[in-house]
Nanobody, 126 residues
Framework: QVQLVESGGGSVQAGGSLRLSCAAS???????AGWFRQAPGKEREGVAV????????VYADSVKGRLTISQDKAKNTLYLQMNSLKPEDTAVYYC????????????????????WGQGTQVTVSS
């Protein structure tokens, strides 16, 4: 069983930055890992994913150029650097991992992910 624990959320003004971290209980936390977010009244949506080797990365169109996913395998940690934040980025952010490859046509399907963190709140004010 893989445990994921997020940290780094908070409140910032529009244009600001935050860095989210996700600590995993094991080095092999998944072939594909990533970040999702869920705003009040909305469905959970995929933000970005990265494969085990860090060679394949996919971003949602809404965050391209502003958010960057990365990982440090030596620390069993996944990151999400968030720059130029907008009020519409306000949501609870979850890290997730799966034991299957994230293909281009299914990377953002939350039901395919095996492990989830508890979530961390990000609030961006205008």
């Amino acid at each position: 069983q893989v445990q994921l624990v997020e940290s780094g959320g908070g409140s910032v003004q529009a244009g600001g930055s935050l860095r989210l971290s996700c600590a995993a209980s094991t080095y092999t936390y998944g072939i594909c890992a990533g970040w999702f977010r869920q705003a009040p009244g909305k469905e959970r949506e995929g933000v970005a994913v990265i494969d085990d080797h860090g060679r394949n990365i996919v971003y949602a169109d809404s965050v391209k150029g502003r958010l960057t996913i990365s990982q440090d395998k030596a620390k069993n940690t996944l990151y999400l650097q968030m720059n130029s934040l907008k009020p519409e980025d306000t949501a609870v952010y979850y890290c997730a991992a799966r034991s299957s490859y994230c293909a281009a046509n299914n990377w953002s399907r939350a039901v395919l992910f095996d492990y989830w963190g508890q979530g961390t709140q990000v609030t961006v004010s205008s």
